[in-house]
């Protein structure tokens, strides 16, 4: 039979289990931001670049209001050695790897502290050897002198969530895990970018240090020429000079080159997760790519919800938000209700015997009252800390559009720089011709020739240059607006 004292216990305990205690919760409901109140982008509405007809990265670029953004954008670019560079990076670079790894650690922090809204039970069992003074009166009903005591017990802890410390805390921490979430997908839109631009400043500099060989190649045949021609007393010693120095500036800028290519493939060994003395699979070059000619342009109103930067550091702000609350909470009443139940023996096997069970219900309230302004001073340094975490929120905003203005800027003039320099190209090889033909027929002479080539090269170098800008500039447009992580397969429908 259950002792009565036994049997209210258990339904105290039951009751403490199956109670949510209701109270409030103190400090500010955070509300999210609203989207900014503007139009557009630019002071000028960009609707289209000019075309470049006969450029490989020539097409016109139309720009399509709420065009939504794959989550695999640079696949847009038709290239699959991109496409498998970018997927490999994605799967082995250990920034997303760590990033991964932080938001298990916030969601596991969340998962932990909601435990704080259930009861604490725990169980123990004690065995003791003792002997009591014979001065005194005997410990035990034996009235044995030396005794054993044998003690099993339950023990109920609980702590009403009265005025709301714990729930603003998950909730803080929630807000946290949605801060390493973002991270994660922030890190996902970095590092595909970094290779796209990774790759097509591999493809540019090997264009360009192509060129540059070409150019020395050239400025090498008129030094020869220049030679022979002092010679034959048909020019002059300083003429010589002259082209020696233009070729060793010439030459002078081709390790330069080198080593900027030598360090873009080691960079692109890092972001694909690889070490520096790795071949590089993949070689890119410009040709290979196809310049998209629809290109997203977001709604204003949708931007701050698609940029990880601007959701992290909403995030941000909402954690502060609920952290006001904790310290206001922390000035207020806590309340604690606990119990425990048990037997209590001199012989193990009388454990379970009539007349060996105990127990205890108690209640407390603890209030600070003198602490030194520590818990009001932490409330004002919360308040401030949202208020700082709102402003850093309003700059990143800012940050979003300029970075978006930006980009568009930077694409309708690389349309007219590319256009230039299509132009200039397309002279220099008219005259590189002419100089061809006139050389033939006897009007010009060799070394009028090379100079012709010499600009030509230069000319060439320029468009390769301004090629790559429309590349580079386009990656950095799906960057600046999200770069689509909402429809990627693995990410959950949820913004």
Not at 88 to 117: C, H, M, W
Not at 326 to 340: C, D, I, Q, Y
């Amino acid at each position: 039979m259950i002792a009565p004292g036994l049997l209210r216990f258990r339904r105290t305990s039951i009751l403490l289990l199956l109670t949510v205690v209701t109270g409030c919760e103190v400090g500010p409901n955070f509300k999210k931001a609203q989207a900014p109140d503007t139009a557009g982008y630019t002071p000028r509405t960009i609707r289209k670049t000019v075309s470049a007809p006969g450029a490989s990265s020539g097409s016109a670029q139309r720009f399509v209001d709420g065009l939504d953004i794959p989550g695999q954008w640079w696949a847009l670019f038709h290239s699959h050695a991109l496409n498998a560079l970018v997927e490999r990076s994605l799967k082995s670079n250990p920034d997303i790897k760590s990033a991964q790894e932080a938001l298990t650690a916030a969601k596991e922090n969340v998962y932990a502290q909601q435990g704080a809204f259930w009861p604490q039970i725990s169980g123990g069992f004690a065995a003791l050897r003792a002997k009591s003074s014979s001065n005194l009166s005997p410990v035990t009903n034996t009235s044995a002198l030396f005794y054993n005591l044998f003690t099993s017990q339950v023990t109920v802890s609980y702590v009403p969530d009265v005025f709301g410390l714990n729930q603003r805390t998950v909730e803080s921490l929630k807000a946290q895990g949605e801060q390493q979430r973002f991270a994660l997908e922030a890190s996902y839109l970095t590092l595909s970018s970094n290779v796209v631009l990774a790759a097509v400043q591999e493809a540019s500099l090997r264009a360009q240090i192509a060129a540059t060989e070409r150019l020395i190649d050239v400025n090498r045949k008129m030094l020869d020429i220049l030679k022979d021609q002092l010679k034959a007393g048909y020019t002059n010693t300083q003429s010589v000079l002259a082209q020696e120095a233009q070729l060793a500036t010439v030459i002078a800028t081709l390790p330069p080159l080198q080593k900027q290519l030598a360090q873009q493939q080691d960079l692109i060994a890092r972001l694909a997760g690889a070490f520096p003395n790795e071949d590089l699979i993949e070689k890119f070059e410009l040709s290979s790519l196809d310049l998209p000619r629809e290109l997203p342009l977001s709604l204003p109103s949708n931007l701050i919800e698609q940029r990880p930067d601007v959701r992290q550091a909403e995030e941000a702000w909402h954690s502060a938000s609920a952290q006001v609350g904790v310290a206001v909470a922390n000035r207020l009443p806590t309340f604690m209700l606990s119990g425990n139940a048990g037997r209590t023996a001199v012989e193990i096997g009388q454990l379970f015997t009539p007349g060996s069970s105990f127990w205890t219900l108690s209640s407390a309230v603890s209030q600070p009252i003198f602490e030194g302004g520590t818990l009001l001073h932490r409330e004002r340094s919360a308040r401030a800390a949202y208020r700082q975490a709102g402003e850093q929120y309003q700059s990143t905003v800012l940050t979003a559009f300029q970075n978006v203005a930006d980009t568009l800027h930077a694409l309708d003039q690389d349309a007219n720089e590319l256009k230039a320099a299509l132009d200039s190209d397309r002279a220099a090889k008219v005259s590189l011709d002419m100089s061809n033909e006139q050389l033939k027929v006897g009007y010009a002479n060799f070394l009028a020739l090379l100079s012709a080539e010499q600009i030509y090269q230069q000319a060439e170098i320029a468009l390769v240059q301004a090629e790559a800008n429309r590349y580079s500039d386009t990656a950095a447009l799906f960057q600046a607006l999200g770069g689509g992580w909402w429809n990627r397969e693995d990410v959950p429908k949820k913004n």
